[in-house]
């Protein structure tokens, strides 16, 4: 499985009681770990019992009704028999009963409110400016370069949807390019800080155009979906919030800012840099920058609705092996029809 330890990005949040408090980087990346840990070991065991959860409505349903799941939701954290059992499941199936326990255990751990919000401080710490700083840094040098060479109209102001917002004093809340930036997390511990609450697949379609974004800002959070088709479904869920301007007629695109971390890309057995910009052409979006660093890999797209291909999508609809190596993960992302 793919280890996905470190964030980048960011600077410091703002006036928190949380905010000033400091992780050391080991202990970072050890609480996101556990995290992508449990969210992986909730995937395997959804698929093991052909289980969906897609509106959230599991928990309850189980909790009131499957005494298995209920046993594991009263399970003490970090008890080592079912952590074992956890770790096992990631290489072979077990009964019924034990799956629908550790299904309640891993459930529970992930509500704790306190999980949550040292997971979200790890992440922001992991955005220290010391420990790599923020990537939407990148993005604004970017747009800067594309307003500067009249490719971009810099005349009007450029609004910004950023999914999976740590803070509001990253780059691209401050540079003034994009104003106003919409700021959302879906587990953010925050609300008050100006990031709303929100899972970006949830969020309502807008149906004007005023109520559309110039940019969607996406880093390291398609990563953190857990399915492949789930990470494609977000990647067509773009569209339906960027304004339809196409920048040959009036130098008004819309873009999409993506950062992964670079294994996903650079060393994935089902996706590469090149398949990655054929899916977003496919979906109608044409790369026009790409820059790795020694952890992350950062890509902007253009909106141009031309490339929309529904056929070349189909390409994209089946796990399709590029390459293979031993230590090589498997991070996918996968169309839907
Ligand atoms: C590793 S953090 C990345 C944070 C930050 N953007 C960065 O670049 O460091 C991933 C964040 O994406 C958020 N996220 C994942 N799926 C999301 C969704 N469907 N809607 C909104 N936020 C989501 C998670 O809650 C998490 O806080």
């Known amino acids: 499985m793919l280890r996905r330890g470190k964030s980048i990005t960011g600077a410091r949040i703002g006036p928190n009681k949380t905010n000033h408090k400091t992780i050391k980087p080991s202990k970072t990346r050890k609480i996101i770990r556990r995290y992508h840990f449990l969210n992986q070991s909730k995937q395997k065991l959804l698929k093991l019992l052909k289980l969906e959860d897609t509106n959230n409505l599991l928990f309850d349903t189980l909790r009131t009704g499957n005494a298995d799941f209920q046993q594991g939701c009263d399970v003490k954290r970090g008890d080592e028999v079912i952590e074992k059992q956890l770790v096992k499941v990631h290489q072979h199936s077990a009964e019924q009963s034990l799956l629908y326990r550790m299904l309640g255990y891993v459930y529970t751990e992930l509500a704790d409110e306190k999980g949550l919000s040292n997971y979200q401080m790890a992440s922001r710490m992991g955005q220290d400016v010391k420990r790599g700083g923020d990537s939407s840094k990148i993005l604004i040098q970017w747009m800067k370069e594309l307003m500067n060479s009249h490719e971009q109209d810099s005349s009007h102001a450029m609004n910004a949807l950023e999914i999976g917002s740590l803070s509001k004093d990253n780059k691209i809340s401050t540079s003034g390019i994009f104003n106003p930036v919409v700021r959302i997390d879906l587990n953010n511990s925050n609300d008050n800080e100006g990031i709303i609450r929100q899972d970006f697949m949830e969020r309502p379609i807008p149906r004007i155009e ?65 398949r990655f910009h054929d899916m977003m052409k496919s979906l109608g979006y044409e790369n026009i920058r790409y820059q790795e660093a020694k952890k992350v890999c950062y890509a902007l797209y253009r909106r141009d609705q031309r490339m929309e291909n529904i056929e070349s999508q189909t390409r994209f609809m089946k796990k399709k092996q590029c390459r293979d190596g031993s230590k090589m993960n498997n991070f996918n992302i996968l169309l839907s029809k």
């Not at 067509?236 to 294994?263: A, C, E, M, T």
Request: net charge positive; hydrophobic share 35%; glycine share 4%.
């Open 210 to 274: 005023e109520d559309k974004f110039d940019l969607i800002s996406c880093s390291l959070v398609l990563n953190f979906v857990p399915t492949p088709v789930e990470r494609g479904q977000m990647c067509h869920r773009f569209q339906l919030f960027l304004k339809n301007d196409v920048i040959s007629s009036n130098k008004r695109g819309s873009y999409v800012f993506i950062v992964l971390p670079l294994p996903c890309l650079s060393n994935s057995r089902y996706m590469s840099e090149s």
